[in-house]
């Protein structure tokens, strides 16, 4: 369902409830007013009842009652004359229609005339009430007066009928003006919420026109205000995507051209194997072999570990790592290596303690590369130093290698580069993939880290990672 019409769902509840009590207050107030006029023009029947029954009593016994011109006025509506009936003080009917006495019983004990003689001076209105007579519903009029000094009473009723259906007929009326109203109403309202609505599909035209590779931000002004951060969220994940779907393609990159040369050595030194008989060069063939394997096997493994790093600032889960144990750990696992190598290797944890935020097994990680890169570069019977620091917390790796250059100091952190350097004792090149101080720096960044360069009071590097 569309948000337009999500929101005329749900307006739609209180627009009939305010349509249906709009009625309501409309047909209160028609009805009060249909009984008022209804009032007037028996109150105005009623002060001519009085002042003609005033002249009959005391001047002029002999007059008709009512008059000509009171009966025209009694009759205007003819199918629903004006009934009227005159008692006395004991209740007595003296003039007009007895079916209307039980209107009056009420009104026998009360002491204080309900009109006076001042009624036929100026005429008053006097409210009146409904009442059913013969199945009929009608409006009663009544009053008290004094004439020939007695008391009277005064009842004028008329049936409602018609008034009722003047109620009926200007309340269908009403009812088709309020619900032509509404419609417009809903009408107007449904084009607002449309117009309103015509961005979000520009916006959608805009996206959909996008190519799978294009990864450009959404521009804000294509959507309303209220929608801006919803856009700055997307664009945000658009960022994370972009870099980790570009860390993905590197990887991919990287890893099919490293592997190639291993790969075909292998393959080129089981060839040998296959057509050479068991001979001193067959044993050679299957050291070097082996060797190879042993590379490939150790590139493969720093490739998926740099991928793993450069993911990390968007996938990795994050919990307090204790950078003290943890380097303690990595010291034990290579404690081997520095005693194959003959390396005087040192772990100084901080006093204070460091934790931070992060991935433990990817730090690990990186500790460890920076010990091995540290091993590789020290000379036999060298001296490596592992330490913790804190404010801030920092992890510092020494040796007493050749270092490296202010140059390449930067370069190094690249993705397969290295620095030329010859093993001390064999004189060979020192082998490596040149993956491992990449995998320092992409798990740094993903700490809010950075690693700098410096040069060691050992002689050596001294490799620094700082966090924030």
């Not at 658009?238 to 860390?247: F, K, M, N, V």
């Not at 943890?326 to 081997?336: F, I, K, M, R, T």
């Not at 001390?424 to 950075?450: C, F, K, N, Y």
Request: proline fraction near 5%.
């Amino acid at each position: 369902m569309s948000l337009a019409a999500r929101l005329l769902e749900w307006l739609l509840a209180p627009l009939l409830s305010v349509w249906l009590v709009s009625l309501g207050i409309s047909f209160m107030s028609a009805r009060t007013t249909v009984d008022t006029a209804l009032d007037d023009g028996l109150s105005a029947a009623a002060l001519m009842l009085v002042s003609e029954w005033e002249q009959r009593v005391t001047t002029r016994p002999d007059i008709v009652f009512p008059s000509d011109a009171t009966k025209r006025l009694m009759n205007i509506a003819s199918e629903f004359p004006v009934a009227f009936l005159i008692v006395d003080r004991a209740g007595t009917p003296t003039a007009g229609d007895d079916a209307l006495q039980p209107f009056l019983r009420e009104t026998m004990d009360v002491e204080t005339p309900l009109r006076t003689p001042a009624l036929t001076a100026k005429f008053r209105h006097v409210d009146g009430f409904n009442s059913v007579m013969d199945d009929e519903v009608i409006r009663v009029v009544r009053l008290r007066f004094v004439a020939g000094g007695q008391d009277y009473t005064l009842a004028v009723a008329q049936s409602r009928e018609r008034q009722a259906a003047l109620l009926r007929s200007g309340m269908i009326h009403e009812a088709l003006a309020q619900t032509a109203v509404l419609i417009v109403a809903f009408y107007l309202l449904w084009y607002g919420l449309t117009y309103v609505a015509q961005p979000m599909r520009s916006l959608q035209e805009h996206l959909d026109s996008r190519t799978a590779d294009d990864w450009r931000p959404i521009p804000e002004q294509l959507a309303p205000h209220e929608i801006a951060p919803l856009i700055a969220s997307t664009n945000s994940l658009i960022e994370r995507l972009q870099t980790s779907l570009g860390a993905q393609k590197r990887f991919i990159a990287n890893a099919a051209h490293q592997l190639r040369t291993p790969l075909a050595a292998l393959r080129a030194q089981s060839e040998l194997i296959q057509r050479l008989p068991d001979s001193p060069e067959r044993d050679e063939a299957m050291t070097r072999l082996t060797s190879t394997g042993r590379r490939a096997n150790r590139l493969a493994n720093q490739l998926l570990a740099l991928a793993r790093a450069e993911s990390a600032g968007t996938t990795s889960a994050r919990e307090p790592v204790d950078l003290n144990a943890l380097c303690e750990s990595v010291a034990h696992d290579v404690l081997p290596q520095a005693l194959d190598r003959e390396i005087d290797f040192a772990f100084e944890p901080s006093a204070d303690g460091a934790t931070i935020m992060g991935d433990a097994t990817l730090l690990g990680e990186m500790i460890r590369n920076l010990v091995d890169n540290a091993f590789k570069y020290a000379p036999r019977s060298g001296s490596v130093l592992l330490a913790v620091k804190s404010a801030p917390a920092r992890i510092v790796v020494e040796d007493s290698g050749p270092g490296i250059a202010p140059q390449d100091r930067e370069r190094v952190f690249a993705p397969f580069a290295r620095v030329a350097q010859l093993d001390t004792v064999s004189g060979a090149p020192i082998a490596g993939t040149g993956l491992g101080l990449a995998i320092v720096s992409e798990v740094a960044q993903a700490h809010d880290g950075r690693v700098v360069i410096e040069t060691s009071l050992l002689g050596g590097a001294r490799m620094v990672v700082s966090f924030m």
